[in-house]
């Protein structure tokens, strides 16, 4: 039955191979790389996804952060936060900063309490705890800053720097900061105080673009969906915007989802493009075995059959390539991050992520058949005399219907 039909074609084809590749090296090669493109990036998109949600308490910098513009909370909508967990305040805005005796430089401003970070540690030079880097040293806050702003302003550890009315002492370097990832773009390098230290600086006036953001870590099975009801239904006219840490920053998400559909479309687009070398690469194969499918039709040989074995053959080597092309996607996340994973915000979460491998070997599949089926129905359906003379005058022939309909589906 059909069944014994494609394990004599299976048998025909794996003879045939033995004689080498040939000329099925480009085939492999355009196959490998276009697959190897669109498994990488898909790797790499789900390994930042993957580490947005594992580290997503510490990007947000709690479980919820519950955020006013203009205003503090009021001391009811503090107790209310209070008796649902921990909760962290941080002040936000933009400011200058201006060095002794130089120009002033546009700065983020960023004020936290005591008790921040509640999720995550802030990396500092010197390394020492946020809160005595912060602290009052000599008559003056402290204040943490980029490693930028130091060498624009010309700073060291231990100058001054003032910021609006407040003088305060350079005591550290900022590295890292565990929640600026979801935070929104910033006009300048960041400056940290304490939040005493930013009322002395006279900008917490009437007016003042600040933010302030309240974090929450919340008691061990208290559901963050139900406390963000119930701090709207309690305070409907509170105003504030409230984040869950599952989705601190949705436009961050949307941007490398994004970014991740722009670069599978250009791996896609080089696999098409690849696909011409595959379809040459199989029509070339195809004539060089004229002589040999003429012989085989001539013995007795069906065209299904035929077409059978190079199908076989075509999609053995498609998926030597294809395995080829995953091995190389799948290692691709690991030397991006090598080269450059300082560059990234976010920690990225390494490993093997089946759907865009899956996604990966089904294009490849895919693009093999639709440039293969053309050059191989082809030679299905071409009697023996046929073949015989395109040895010495090829022709031109479209292949049945079934076949150009089964092309279009695939390309489609």
């Excluded at 794996?14 to 090669?29: K, M, N, Q, T, V």
């Excluded at 105080?193 to 919340?218: E, F, I, K, Q, W």
């Excluded at 949307?254 to 670069?263: M, N, P, S, Y």
Aim: glycine share 12%.
């Amino acid at each position: 039955g059909q069944v014994r039909d494609w394990l004599t074609a299976f048998r025909f084809a794996r003879r045939e191979l033995r004689g080498g590749l040939g000329g099925f090296r480009i085939f492999l090669a355009c196959l490998a790389l276009g697959v190897a493109a669109i498994a990488g990036v898909g790797s790499l998109t789900s390994g930042i996804v993957a580490g947005l949600s594992a580290d997503g308490r510490a990007l947000l910098g709690g479980d919820l952060e519950l955020r006013l513009t203009h205003r503090e909370a009021t001391p009811a909508e503090r107790d209310w936060l209070a008796a649902r967990g921990v909760v962290s305040e941080v002040a936000q805005m933009r400011a200058m900063a201006r060095p002794v005796g130089g120009l002033p430089t546009l700065v983020e401003l960023k004020a936290v309490d005591g008790l921040y970070p509640l999720y995550g540690a802030p990396v500092t030079t010197p390394a020492a705890p946020l809160s005595n880097l912060l602290a009052v040293h000599d008559g003056r806050h402290g204040a943490v800053i980029d490693d930028t702003l130091m060498i624009r302003l010309k700073l060291n550890i231990g100058d001054r720097i003032n910021v609006g009315d407040g003088p305060f002492t350079v005591t550290g370097v900022l590295d890292k900061e565990p929640d600026r990832a979801t935070e929104s773009f910033s006009l300048g390098p960041r400056v940290m105080l304490s939040l005493d230290g930013l009322r002395t600086t006279g900008l917490l006036a009437p007016g003042s673009l600040v933010y302030y953001n309240y974090r929450l870590a919340l008691a061990p099975g208290v559901a963050t969906a139900t406390v963000q009801k119930a701090a709207n239904d309690t305070f409907p006219d509170a105003g504030w915007r409230i984040r869950d840490w599952r989705n601190g920053n949705p436009g961050l998400q949307q941007f490398i989802d994004r970014i991740g559909l722009f670069l599978v479309l250009i791996g896609l687009t080089a696999l098409l493009v690849g696909g011409v070398g595959v379809g040459n690469a199989v029509k070339a194969y195809l004539d060089g075995k004229t002589a040999t499918i003429a012989t085989l039709k001539c013995v007795g040989a069906e065209g299904g059959f035929i077409f059978r074995v190079y199908l076989i053959q075509v999609m053995l080597l498609a998926a030597c390539g294809i395995v080829l092309g995953l091995i190389a996607g799948a290692g691709l996340p690991p030397l991006i991050l090598g080269l450059a994973g300082d560059v990234l915000p976010i920690a990225v979460k390494l490993g093997l992520y089946w759907k865009p491998l899956a996604l990966a070997a089904l294009y490849g599949v895919l693009i093999a058949l639709a440039f293969a089926l053309w050059p191989l129905a082809r030679a299905r359906d071409v009697a023996a005399a046929g073949l015989f003379r395109d040895l010495v005058a090829p022709t031109r022939a479209w292949p049945r219907t079934g076949y150009v309909l089964a092309t279009a589906l695939v390309f489609a």
